[in-house]
């Protein structure tokens, strides 16, 4: 891609409302756009992130078993009446039709997926089932200052367990756990696995946290990693010893970016999902909910990597490979030189935004190199006669390479 | 993937309020389900066509240089006030939050992406931008018994072009006339460019129109292929001779399953979208939209093709490559026969859906095939010892052939 061509270019201010770390960055970077307050369009750079993380969650559900599936936005307020969340779920929009008809506009998906369930499973040769999707919700938060952290419109996976027996669930739970550690190491996120309440469903549930100052949550963790709950029910105290020992326990604020839930049977006996075990007897389905916030993600990602220039991108959900630089100061053997280095690179399957502004000063280009945060940076110019400038974001050093050298280190 | 784990299995009936051909044969098929009237689920087969489809068109897209984003379904009601389409939009639907704040929830984004552009152009330099979406839109639809035809909640891909001058508009008009017939024929569609009108916003538009009776337009056209015209604008009629001498010009239902529009600058005036000239004169923005149903593409594809026993997808929207099925008798040699199979095709890079149910005759098997609807149905059985039975699904013939040949078959 040619910066010349992309649409969302830098702006060296974000707008005034914008008052998020992440929401700052992202919006002078050419990623992100306030529609209305919580709500954002996905310029070209923020919807490939986005679908970087989105396909590197979806990766991992699909290995241990989950179906892909789309439930809708506009959901049935029959089904709400009947778990009582259509009066109870305070952050619930309603999408209103001239006549006045009311949809429940889809925060969550129980009152979905548990009456479709029920259509396909009769036996316990049905189970178990692991759905999931990666779809929008809509919230009424109260507060949406916080960018892509809380959103009254934002993607999300959720996938949900239905079970025969409850030592399978205790089994998939494990399991689910295992995979978002693997999941939020991919996605570069540093996410403790931290004990949560269970609300009205049950005793517990698991949450994964990104410490920050920006977090809205608080939690209590050992620095050696071997505890973490969140405040609101922790069993012990900032300053006092973990279970092992370690200690002294710290306290601090954390982004929730994902959560695991036992649902019990909650939803199942308030839909009659049942089965028949294999003495013939009805038995009700056990489930577990398994959520990830896709936007969220992305937003925790900006607002812990970065630094005074811009934000530094994990290899594996930046928007691009390489950013391209031409020193060109008008020459037209170092534009022909860049102009072929973006095409042996694109050759090479390397994914390039090629900075090919005539008009843009190098300190201006290198600026945005660094707002944008890109892994890698390549500059082609007369000083570096014949090699190429090879600059990873995130550090200060930079070596002279040439093309079929950079190429090789790409595809190590 | 087994049959025996796929989630969402064929069931013998649709269900007395699916009236359409294609939501019958969606349902049937375990491809969707109804959530409310004009509103389905898309379940793991469903979503794979769904996607299919979605990629095909991105392609194209891209290969015109359209620059993907994604905007939002709560939009600003200010906007929406701005062009006057608050009040006259009958299909909007309004989500609303239990302090009554109105967000217009998106039945089309001119509304965002115009304002959006605003930020971002300027000058004659930042021309032409071709910008498109896939995403959900939310339409009140009046009746909502089409099936996958016409939904309350259906997934778009929508296209908005800017222009500096005039021809540049019309150049790309026609550019996307070819790029719409060659998605169309991708998708196995056979879509006639139709003369539409052009509502408030021009003289005219075309219409992509897919003959068939379920379609609630009326077209007449040439059955040479030459002409072909929206009933309601049409310059001539039923019977007559087209201009190229044909003739009698026929008159039918058809469903539009694609529009392009030019927008002139009815939407730029409403915002102030203008850009300097060479001149440095601010000159209003010329627009364009290009419209595709995606979910409605599925719906059209199953309503055109199919026979009595189900759907005949065509290969590039089809959920699978394959489907593959062991009459087994419970010899376990036939299923070790039919498991290796399944390996090797999963090897050779097939996508093959394993019929692997025991419990399930062979008649209900070869039934579910055929329902279901995927290209290539393969058979492993004992009187067809060393061979695989190769039949594709729009054919009543059949052949006898090697796993090799098959593999081989596929590959060419």
Same mark, same amino acid.
């Given at each position: ?10 702006? !060296?201010?974000? #707008? ?77 929009? !309603? ?17 979905? @997926? ?17 759905? +999931? ?10 507060? =949406? ?14 996938? +949900?367990?239905?079970? =025969?027996? &409850? ?45 920050? $100052? ?6 209590? +963790? ?43 049977? !909650? ?7 049942? +089965?028949? *075990? ?5 038995? #009700? ?20 990597? *970065?630094?005074?220039?811009?934000? @530094? ?37 390397? $994914? ?5 502004? &005539?008009?843009?000063?190098?300190? =201006? ?30 550090? =200060? ?16």
């Amino acid at each position: 891609m040619r910066y010349s061509a992309l649409f969302g270019k830098t702006i !060296k201010d974000a #707008p005034k409302d914008e008052v998020s770390k992440n929401s700052k960055l992202l919006t002078r970077s050419g990623f992100i756009r306030r529609e209305v307050s919580g709500v954002y369009n996905f310029l070209p750079l923020g919807l490939k992130v986005l679908k970087k993380i989105a396909d590197i969650v979806r990766e991992e559900m699909n290995a241990i078993g989950g179906q892909e599936l789309s439930l809708t936005a506009l959901q049935n307020k029959e089904s709400w009446q009947k778990t009582g969340r259509w009066k109870t779920f305070r952050a619930l929009m !309603k999408a209103k039709t001239q006549l006045e008809t009311e949809y429940p506009l889809g925060p969550t998906h129980e009152e979905v @997926i548990v009456p479709l369930v029920k259509q396909f499973v009769s036996s316990y040769k049905d189970l178990p089932l692991y759905l +999931y999707q990666i779809q929008t919700k809509f919230r009424d938060e109260k507060r =949406a200052k916080s960018g892509l952290l809380r959103g009254r419109e934002f993607l999300m996976k959720d996938l +949900y367990s239905f079970h =025969a027996q &409850e030592k399978d669930f205790n089994k998939f739970y494990e399991i689910m756990k295992k995979t978002y550690k693997k999941v939020f190491e991919r996605l570069g996120l540093d996410a403790l696995e931290t004990l949560a309440g269970g609300g009205t469903f049950s005793q517990f549930s698991h949450e994964y946290q990104v410490i920050t $100052d920006a977090g809205e949550d608080e939690i209590i +963790y050992c620095p050696k990693g071997d505890f973490s709950a969140n405040a609101e029910v922790s069993p012990v105290k900032e300053g006092e010893a973990c279970r092992l020992g370690h200690g002294p326990l710290k306290k601090s604020k954390a982004i929730e970016v994902g959560n695991i839930f036992p649902l019990g049977t !909650k939803f199942s006996d308030a839909f009659g999902l049942t +089965y028949k *075990n294999k003495e013939g007897k009805d038995i #009700p389905v056990i489930m577990g909910c398994y959520g990830i916030g896709i936007s969220r993600v992305m937003g925790a990602i900006a607002e812990v990597h *970065n630094d005074a220039k811009g934000i @530094i991108w994990p290899k594996e959900v930046a928007p691009h490979d390489v950013y391209l630089i031409g020193i060109t100061n008008n020459e037209s053997r170092i534009k022909e030189r860049t102009d072929e280095a973006y095409d042996s690179l694109k050759k090479a399957g390397l $994914d390039v935004l090629y900075d090919d502004r &005539e008009d843009a000063a190098p300190g =201006a280009k290198f600026a945005d190199a660094d707002l944008i945060g890109i892994p890698i940076r390549l500059v082609v110019s007369k000083r570096n006669e014949g090699k190429i400038e090879f600059k990873e974001r995130k550090s =200060a050093k930079s070596e002279l390479l040439g093309l079929e050298e950079i190429i090789k280190k790409f595809k190590a």
